[in-house]
C-alpha cells in the first residue's frame, strides 16, 4: 500500500556491495552500515538475491552484486523488495458509500490518477541505475 524503508534499505545494501566489492559483506557488516538488526539485512538481501540482484555465499562468506552496477536500475530494486503488485501502490478506501454522489465515483477517478502517478514514478526510477547512486554517495551529492 506505500512505499517502506525497504527499498532505501536495499539500495544501501546494493550501494555498500559495489563500494565494498573486495571486502566480506557479511550481514553484520551490512548491518554496521545500515544501523539495523543483521536479520533485517538477511531479509531484505533474500528478496534481492531472488529478483537475481545479489549472490550470497553460505557461512560468512557474504554477498556481491550478481550484475554490474550499470545494469541494476531503481525500478528493479523497487520492485524486488516492495510487496504490492504492479498498479496498487497506492489505495483508494475499502468502503466508500454507494449512495453517496462522492463515494459512489471516488474510487474510479482516484484509480486513473493513482495509476498515472505510480507510472510516473516507475518510468523516473527506471532512469536511474545503482553506478549513478554509487558515483553520487563516492562525489558526497545529496
Request: charged share 20%; with cysteine; proline share 6%.
Amino acid at each position: 500500500m506505500s512505499i517502506s524503508s525497504r527499498f532505501a534499505v536495499a539500495i544501501h545494501i546494493l550501494a555498500l556491495l559495489d563500494i565494498n566489492k573486495e571486502g566480506r559483506n557479511t550481514s553484520e557488516f551490512i548491518a554496521g552500515s545500515v544501523n539495523t538488526n543483521p536479520v533485517v539485512i538477511r531479509r531484505v538481501i533474500g528478496l534481492l538475491g531472488k529478483a537475481g540482484l545479489v549472490h550470497t555465499s553460505p557461512g560468512v562468506g557474504g554477498a556481491s552484486l550478481a550484475r554490474q552496477p550499470q545494469d541494476i536500475n531503481l525500478l528493479e530494486v523497487f520492485r524486488a523488495v516492495q510487496n504490492d503488485p504492479p498498479g496498487e501502490l497506492f489505495a483508494a478506501h475499502d468502503k466508500p458509500n454507494p449512495k453517496c454522489p462522492v463515494g459512489q465515483n471516488i474510487q474510479g477517478t482516484l484509480d486513473t490518477v493513482f495509476r498515472r502517478a505510480e507510472s510516473a514514478m516507475e518510468n523516473e526510477l527506471a532512469k536511474v541505475t545503482l553506478d549513478q547512486i554509487v558515483f553520487d554517495l563516492v562525489r558526497g551529492d545529496r
